[in-house]
């Protein structure tokens, strides 16, 4: 996977992909750090309507700076998040 330091590389590139649909980051173990890295980027994706974060020890912390983020998606069908530590407190 591309672990927390690729997060951070592709979290600026991210936001440049205005026409992105479909983001698939499972299984990557972006961690705390990376979750936090790509989720203003995620705001920016306004046509996004599938993103998948599975299994990628993103905790509660680092899950409400993503749902902050995804607030903004109103294209949004699908969110996949099991497979993280996120818990019923994020």
């Known amino acids: 996977g591309i ?3 690729g997060a ?3 979290a600026p590139l991210l936001a440049e992909l205005k026409g992105l649909r479909h983001l698939n ?3 990557n173990g972006i961690g705390p ?3 936090k890295a790509i989720a203003p980027s995620l ?3 306004k046509g996004l309507k599938h993103l998948d974060l599975r299994g990628n020890y993103i905790g509660p912390e680092d899950a409400k700076a993503i749902a902050q983020s995804l607030a903004q998606l109103k294209e949004l069908k699908h969110l996949a998040l ?3 530590g996120i818990g019923p407190e994020g």
């Open 3 to 5: 672990g927390p330091e």
């Open 8 to 10: 951070k590389a592709i």
């Open 25 to 27: 980051l499972s299984s």
């Open 33 to 35: 750090e990376g979750a």
């Open 43 to 45: 705001a920016e994706l």
């Open 82 to 84: 099991y497979g993280n």
